[in-house]
């Protein structure tokens, strides 16, 4: 039986539901059919090697200690249930993607090249990330935005791949920058960042189980989805996402054209995405800055021997479309 999808579906998450019940487990539903990609996608990261000569790339700082004051295995539990409340919403208002959807192949195709690379050691990412279940899936929206969470649980909305008819090459532009925030754990850093501010970390919170920690995060979980990262973040995140495409195989000067893209689309409303992700033409000289530092690893890397086309370009939407 085909799986209604509407691409330009009114779709928002309701993140107050995210410490609802679970959905139930092993019902054989659409999905949980997405496990088996899942599962490929875990495979992948988990036996990837990165070669000698791909060691190079961009520089990134050690990671602030303040992550360490929350859990990762907590934020990451948290992330996975919200995660999957989101994907039951979307597919109760027909706005989840079925895994046949030419999109979501692309999506997915392009997730298969990046991911193997998140381990580079240039990166400093989490460890943790070797055994994440990644997961990748389609939103229908006219909400031009994307989003990884943290344990590699990636988001498109259908309008970021429609209104900005984004090339295979920029896709993996966005995905990287998103991939990157999980990678190096900036919503756990945030999370940590606040958590010491209000002095809500008790000593000894591990071993008491849902002490001051625990409490905290119960509260905070809910911003997962809607968590804005600092100016540093995002700097950091559009260097190795050039990075991490290059090494797929990936142009790194669609970085510039996508932000240029971006640009255009603020006229008026600003996108979604472009609210947590602040453009400008200071942003485009330091992404053009760091591109001599990935030229050779994508001069090296296999290209994708497939290449996708974007949507069919719809109707133009509205502001209030636009602006999420």
Known sequence: MKTEFDPHAPFEPDTRSTWGHWHRAGCG?????RRRFAQTLAGVAAASVVPAWAQNGVQVDEASSLSQLVPAEEVEASAAQQYKQMLQQAAQQKALAPDNHPQLVRLRAIAQRLIPFSNS?????????????????????????????????????????????????????????????????????RM????????????????L?????????????????TLKFGRNDESEADKIGLDLSARAGYEPLAGVSLWQKMG?????????????HPAGATRIRDLEANIPAVEGLYARADKPAKR?????????????????
């Not at 010491?196 to 000894?204: D, F, N």
């Not at 920690?213 to 509260?219: I, P, S, T, V, Y």
């Not at 996708?308 to 999420?324: E, L």
């Open 29 to 33: 539903c659409a999905l949980h059919s």
């Open 121 to 189: 050691p240039n990166l400093r990412s989490t460890a943790r990330a070797a055994n994440w279940k990644w997961e990748v899936n389609l939103l229908g929206s006219r909400q031009v935005n994307a989003f990884c969470m943290p344990g590699g649980k990636i988001a498109f909305y259908y309008g970021i791949l429609d209104q900005l008819q984004l090339s295979d090459d920029e896709v993996s532009q966005v995905m990287g920058h998103e991939i990157a925030h999980a990678l190096r754990e900036h919503a756990r850093e």
């Open 192 to 207: 940590g960042k606040s958590a010491a501010t209000r002095g809500v970390i008790e000593i000894g919170s591990a071993l």
């Open 209 to 225: 189980g849902l002490g001051g920690g625990g409490r905290f995060l119960a509260d905070k979980g809910g911003e997962l989805l």
């Open 264 to 276: 255009s689309a603020s006229k008026g409303a600003p996108p979604q995405w472009l609210s947590t």
């Open 308 to 324: 996708y086309a974007p949507p069919k370009p719809s109707s133009p939407s509205s502001p209030a479309d636009r602006a999420g």
